[in-house]
C-alpha cells in the first residue's frame, strides 16, 4: 500500500504552488505534524516531496523555503520552551532540533541533480546604458557566460517557454497555458535565489542589491509590464526563503518615516536589501548534491 499523508501532494496541488500564501498551507501542516510530533507523516511528507522536485528540478526552491521554516519554527518552539520548561515542550524542542537537522540529510542524500548547474544564473551590475534616465532594463542577467539579457527573458529562454502578445489587456502578455506559467514562476524563484545568493558574495552595498532586485520586475520585459508575475517572485523569496516580513517595509502602509520608496514601488527595497546583506545567506540550506 502507498505511503500517504493528509496533505496534498498531488502533481497539479504542488506545481500551483507557486506563491507565498500557498506554500502557507504545506508549512501550516508541517507545524501540525511537528506539534503533534508525527515522524512517520513528515517522514513520507518529505520523501514525496523530493521526489516531486526530482522529476520538476525548477522546484527546487520549495525545499529551500521548508529547510527555513524548520529554523523558524525551531527558533519558536525554543521561545516556548524557554517560558515554560514543562517536560512536554522540552520532548517537542529535542523533536524539531532532530527532525531540522535530518530534513537536511534526507535532502542531501536523495537530491538527483545539482541545482547551481541547471538554474544559477549572474547578474551584471555594470549599468548597459548611457541614458540620463535609468531604466531596470539598463541592467542584464546571465546564465552561464552565455548572452546577457534582462531577467524575465533569461527565464523564458532558459524555461524554454512561449509567450503571446494579447490585445485588449493591460499586460499584452500571455503565456500559451497555466502549467507554463506555473513552470516561469518556479523557475525564476529558484533562479533568483541562486542569483542573489551568488551576487550577494561580491558583497554589494544596499543600492547595489536594491538594483539588482529592480531588474527582476515586470518591467524589465515591456510586454509583461502590469501583470504582477515578478513582484510577485522577488514577495516569495523575502516571506518563504528569506523570512523577511516583507509587509512591514511598505512605505504606504507604514507610519515610519524612514521608509522610502524605491523608483515607482512603494516598498523600501534599499532596507530589504539591508536585510538581505545583513543574513548569513551562504548558510542558508546548503544542501550538499
Known sequence: MEKTTKFD???DNLYGTTEYYQIEKLTDNIEELVRSKNLEELTILTEKLISFVNENHECF????????YLGELYNIIELETEENED?????LFSFIGNLKNGYSDIISDKMEFNPEEEFLVYFNPERNSTELWRSNKDWLWSKGGGEEMTFPELIIKEAGLKWTKTDGQTSGFSFENESDNNKYKHWAITSLWLGIREYASDFPDDEEMAICLWTVFDDA???MKGTGINFGIVETLFKKILYVDFDSFNSDDSDDEDLNPY?????DFKKLSQEILDKDIFDISSFKY
Open 221 to 223: 520585459l515591456d510586454e
Open 61 to 68: 526552491w520549495m525545499l529551500v523555503s521548508i529547510d527555513q
Open 9 to 11: 501532494l498531488s502533481f
Open 87 to 91: 517536560e512536554e515542550n522540552k520532548e
Open 263 to 267: 523608483d515607482s514601488y512603494a516598498h
